[in-house]
């Protein structure tokens, strides 16, 4: 009984000494959060891959993965912000754990809670949104937030992309933890991608997309070709004639679109095959017709392992299953 009452008035005293507000199961928060190892690790690129993604789909310059210990917040990834770690008094991720729902936080600077922290005084930050990272037994480790030094809004698309990419994200720390408790000896070295005899163009208007679908797929052996757009698309699958196994495309681009390039390039190569990645396929009756010809579609938001798990599908089409991937 002691040490129950001892537990009570320590947790008592901290939230005496703190200005922010605390979860309710605040101490058993911070022993899951530890259980995961993840505080003071270094960038990794399947969260920052994650972060990136948060922030094109939100369309904001600022993404973070954050986790929260007993006095700051740490920054696991970072998209255009340079701090490590903030301190946990005013900061949006505080008050973003205590919901189950994205906390958004369209005027900072006219909310009590905020307007005096750091982001917001000395960073500029005027838009907030940050969805909780929650396990499975309802601890809440941290947010996936975006961020904007400009007035944003944020549509219910949006939103549940979030939901997406946060439970994706809290799947990868499941499995790891699993797997470091199942393997206490992890390996001290990685071996370096095969090399394989596949070669891959790769059709995206946005910059920072078409840089991480590159990175993925190289990250694993292919050999890749990146086009900004249809047309230069066109120029290299022509160059590169008889040496392209797969086209991964966006299908909304300026001049040529993705089903417009697909048209002229299986005029001539009926045999191509297109992976096509879109958060509009509703709207684009013929990519049924292009289905049950081989075509497969890959709905955004997805991970970079959802991308390579359909890339191996169609590369072996054994295993293929061809539709559409929500």
Known sequence: MSGGLAGTASHDYCEALVQWPLPQNESSRLESLRSFRILGTSREQ???DIARLAALICDTPVAVIAFIDEQKVWF???IGLELDEIPRDGSFCAYAILQPDVLIVQDPLSDERFMSSLLVKQIGIQF???IPLTTDDAHTLGALAVMDRVPHLMTAEQS???HILARQLMRELELRRTRETQSPHPRLHLAPPPQRSVTILIVEDNDNLRNLLQRTLEGVGFSVFPAADGEEALR???QHEGTIDL???DIVMPRLN???LSERIRAAHPETKFLFITGFADDFPKLRELIKIGATILEKPFLPSELLRRVEDMLNPGKAATGTEG
């Open 128 to 130: 907030y949104a940050g």
């Open 236 to 238: 290299l699958y022509q």
């Open 258 to 260: 993705g089903l417009e």
């Open 76 to 78: 696991k990834a970072k």
């Open 160 to 162: 549940d992309s979030l």
């Open 46 to 48: 399947v969260f920052d």
């Open 247 to 249: 086209m991964v495309s």
